[in-house]
């Protein structure tokens, strides 16, 4: 396993448009969380998930964006309408929720650099 | 709500020297988590070390260490010996218990002159 996979690593794309982006976790990592960092800034948490199940959103997450897991294996984050204030560094972390109830430390992703024009 | 707070925008240190960044965070939650990651320039966030909140002893990793002060709720990382390879922006972060949301500072840069 090489790690938290991100796809695309970067995206410009017109105002208006809608884009997705991908993230492939660790394959036992039952948590998936997402996070969007601009220039200078720590990221924000968005949103996670426990196997298929979101479990939080941030109220950062208005309603043009969207998450799934689908099978509990990869995750989208779909943006419709983009705006220019979207743009920012979208990251993927995942964990290890246990049965114990313990919680292994979140591995990052790359990232998806994402450009509004 | 939980705030973490970096006061340091940027910091430099000489190579081989020891610098000490600084985090405050703020809680009414006993059970706790702290972290410091390390992100470099379009790479991927890593993990640099971790503190359990109910653990009295500074966690150590290498030559990076921490100075958790509960009481005054701070959260220095301390890098000795530093590297070139240290360079990069570093955030500390805290996470609540279990619930693996992490809550992130704003982040330092850290430049190493060689």
């Known amino acids: 396993d090489t790690g938290v996979s991100q796809d695309p690593r970067h995206k410009i794309t017109k105002r208006g448009q809608n884009v997705t982006f991908r993230c492939d976790p660790i394959?036992?990592?039952?948590?998936l969380y997402w996070y969007r960092q601009t220039l200078g800034q720590g990221p924000e948490f968005l949103t996670y998930?426990?196997?298929?199940?979101?479990?939080?959103k941030s109220r950062l997450l208005s309603d043009r964006f969207s998450a799934e897991r689908p099978k509990g294996s990869f995750s989208t984050l779909e943006i419709q309408r983009t705006e220019q204030g979207d743009s920012a560094m979208y990251l993927c972390?995942?964990?290890?929720?246990?049965?114990?109830?313990?919680?292994?430390?979140?591995?990052f992703g790359q990232g998806t650099r994402l450009t509004v024009v | 709500a939980q705030t973490v707070t970096q006061s340091q925008p940027e910091m430099s240190v000489q190579e081989a020297e020891t610098v000490t960044l600084s985090c405050t965070y703020d809680?009414?939650?006993?059970?706790?988590?702290l972290f410091w990651y390390k992100q470099p320039p379009s790479r991927q966030m890593i993990l640099v070390i971790r503190?359990?909140?109910?653990?009295?002893q500074n966690a150590t990793e290498n030559r990076f260490s921490v100075n958790f002060q509960k009481a005054a709720k701070s959260f220095s990382l301390k890098i000795s010996d530093s590297q070139l390879g240290d360079a990069a922006m570093y955030f500390c972060?805290?996470?609540?218990?279990?619930?693996?949301?992490?809550?992130f500072g704003a982040g330092t840069i850290l430049r190493v002159k060689s």
């Open positions: 972390a995942s964990s290890l929720a246990q049965w114990t109830g313990g919680v292994t430390e979140a591995f």
């Open positions: 998930f426990q196997n298929e199940a979101q479990l939080e």
């Open positions: 503190q359990e909140a109910y653990k009295q």
């Open positions: 394959s036992e990592h039952n948590r």
């Open positions: 972060a805290y996470r609540r218990g279990a619930h693996n949301k992490l809550v």
């Open positions: 809680t009414s939650e006993s059970d706790y988590y």
